[in-house]
């Protein structure tokens, strides 16, 4: 995103923080030392864990300083996510600046407690978090869709002329998502993968034993389309498998020329 940008033509300022977690970084970890996880220590407290102190140095540092914000994520650890925005679309701003982004998916919800996301939108800043790809990998499609939404989400903000930006595709919305979960241990063999469609009950895969014995098959817990899923082929029962945004609805482009 930076070397896209031209200072000169640019209205406003950037703060682009390419580490937050710096120990996450250089350990190739989520948690922190003490075993926290950063993006549930926020609004942090200067006085608290080592978690609650990096927290509160980028509130105080980055967010009190800014008028929106855009929170860049791949998936968790051994997930892979479908390029999406998740923001609270109830709030116009929010909104508007989701559509904007035009990844192939938005979805709807609250962030979760102690997120970045969450002490953001609780200052009344606009924030999105784009989700994408799986962590320690680059994903060339999906890093060029975030690198895209970026640009294009600071045009629609007027700090950038966006006029030679890429068209965005359709955009399907949904405010509802859940995961399908392991009925058993054992190897998975995955049949659907990011973006698929699925109907409720649909067979998604299996879980056999390691001679390709005892096989059960997986079955979708409701109809949507398929927004992340894990990246193991060794699953325990209960482990989250396939997530899925429920109820999605296409963004008219009527509706984000107005949003
Ligand atoms: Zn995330």
Redo the contacts with the bound molecule.
């Keep these: 995103v930076l070397r896209r940008l031209d200072s000169n033509e640019l209205a406003g300022c950037v703060l682009a923080v390419p580490i937050v977690n710096v120990f996450g970084f250089i350990h190739q970890d989520r948690y922190l030392p003490d075993r926290r996880d950063l993006n549930r220590s926020f609004p942090g407290s200067a006085t608290g864990s080592l978690a609650a102190r990096m927290a509160k140095l980028f509130m105080r540092e980055v967010v009190a300083v800014s008028t929106h914000g855009i929170d860049l ?1 791949t998936g ?1 650890n051994h997930r892979t996510n479908l390029p999406q925005v998740r923001a609270d679309l109830d709030d116009p701003q929010t909104r508007r600046c989701a559509l904007a982004f035009g990844a192939p998916m938005v979805i709807h919800g609250e962030a979760p407690a102690g997120s970045l996301r969450k002490a953001v939108a609780k200052k009344g800043i606009p924030v999105v ?1 784009f ?1 994408a790809g799986e962590p320690l990998r680059f994903d060339e499609a999906a890093i060029s869709i975030g690198v895209d939404g970026v640009l294009r989400l600071m045009a629609a903000l007027g700090m950038r002329d966006g006029s030679a930006d890429p068209l965005p595709g359709p955009i399907v919305e949904s405010r509802k998502r859940s995961w399908v979960r392991a009925r058993r241990s054992g190897i998975l063999r995955l049949e659907v993968g990011l973006g698929d469609s699925v109907r409720d009950r649909q067979r998604i895969g299996s879980i056999e034993d390691v001679l390709g014995g005892n096989s059960v098959p997986m079955r979708s817990s409701h109809a949507g389309i398929i927004i992340g899923h894990t990246a193991k082929p060794l699953v325990y029962q209960g482990d989250a498998i396939v997530h899925i945004a429920r109820n999605p609805q296409p963004v008219v482009w009527d509706n984000l020329a107005k949003a």
Excluded: G, K, P, T
Aim: aromatic share 0%.
């Design positions: 994520h968790s978090v989700e």
